[in-house]
Structures are given as structure tokens and as C-alpha cells.
């Protein structure tokens, strides 16, 4: 037996994104959005509502950064969440995350958070979609595997329970891709 719960934008996992961008004089803000993913194979997308301080430096700047929030940064990343940079213009600094130029965009790359897609505005939608040309992903060597790889174990990525407003951290492997299917055959 199922239970219905109507239409909703509840899914999982939901990606917790913390958008960075420069406004017009080089200061650097974030926000944290749930709403996004891949949108091609060199695009990504996030849901950013028009009012935030980070969507106007995202379209005045033409670029940002998707920083994945981990397992060791979730107070910081609900911050960034919860306060505004149109009210609170120092938020990153009491996030405590710093910068660094990305080397491909002119957007931040936030040095706290290990994973970073860094992007080229494309388009941003009235309704609030913003697309961006994937330019790099830049992944902090400590959570690199053996292989040289991302370690999901070592990330530590979190995803956003919308229906317990909760913060869960991925990582468990519990198949192969492309091959366990094949079983089936």
C-alpha cells in the first residue's frame, strides 16, 4: 500500500548547493538552494528566486560557483540559507567560509567546502531558473580516493530532507552502475 502526498517538490536526494557569486565591486556572497542538478552534460541548473542578493551578482557578474555542502559544514551551510545577504552583508564571513578566485570564472570558490562546479552564466529564466556552462569542478585533494577520484565516503555530501527538514549525509555504496543490471539479462 502507498500513501498519497498530492503534488509536492519533495524528492531524493535533494543536493545541498551553496551558490557563490561576486556582486559588481568583487565581494562575494552565497546562498544555500536544494532546488538544482545537472541540466546537460556541461550545464547545471538551480532554482534561484529573483530577490536574493546572490541572483543579482549572479546576473550582473555572468558567473558562480555550486559549492556541495558536507557533513562537516552544515551549520554554516544552513546559515547561508537562513540569512540574507540583502540584510546581512558580512554572512559568508560569519559563515566563516573564505574565498578564492575561481581560476575560470569570475565567481568564489569557497575554500571550507571540498567540492566546487564553477560556472559560466548562460541564462537565467524569468521564472527563476538559472542555467550555467559547467567551465570546472575543482575537489580539494583530501577527499580524493586512491584512484584520484572523489571518495563519496570522504565528501561526506549532505542532502536536504524536505519532508523532515532535516540534512542527511550521503556516501554508502551499495551498487556498480552499468554492470549490477546487467544480471538481469
Avoid at 555550486?66 to 558580512?90: F, L, Q, R, T
Avoid at 578566485?101 to 564553477?118: G, H, R, T, W
Avoid at 550555467?132 to 583530501?142: F, L, M, T
Wanted: negative net charge.
Amino acid at each position: 500500500m502507498r500513501k498519497n502526498f498530492g503534488a509536492q517538490s519533495d524528492i531524493y536526494p535533494m543536493p545541498v548547493f551553496i551558490v557563490a557569486a561576486y556582486d559588481e565591486e568583487g565581494k562575494p556572497n552565497c546562498m544555500n538552494a536544494a532546488w538544482g542538478g545537472i541540466y546537460d552534460s556541461k550545464q547545471i541548473m538551480v532554482c534561484l528566486s529573483h530577490g536574493h542578493k546572490t541572483t543579482k551578482n549572479i546576473i550582473a557578474t555572468k558567473a558562480f560557483t555550486v559549492n556541495i555542502a558536507d557533513a562537516k559544514h552544515v551549520v554554516e551551510a544552513d546559515y547561508v540559507g537562513v540569512a540574507s545577504g540583502n540584510n546581512e552583508p558580512d554572512k559568508m564571513k560569519k559563515a566563516g567560509f573564505t574565498v578564492t578566485k575561481s581560476d575560470f570564472v569570475n565567481a568564489p570558490v569557497i575554500n571550507e567546502l571540498p567540492m566546487a562546479v564553477e560556472c559560466k552564466l548562460l541564462k537565467f529564466n524569468e521564472d527563476g531558473i538559472c542555467i550555467g556552462e559547467i567551465v570546472n569542478i575543482s575537489v580539494d585533494e583530501k577527499v580524493l580516493g586512491d584512484d584520484g577520484l572523489v571518495a563519496p565516503e570522504k565528501l561526506e555530501a549532505i542532502t536536504f530532507d524536505p519532508y523532515h527538514n532535516a540534512y542527511l549525509k550521503l556516501g554508502e555504496k551499495v551498487g556498480n552502475a552499468f554492470s549490477d543490471g546487467k544480471k538481469l539479462k
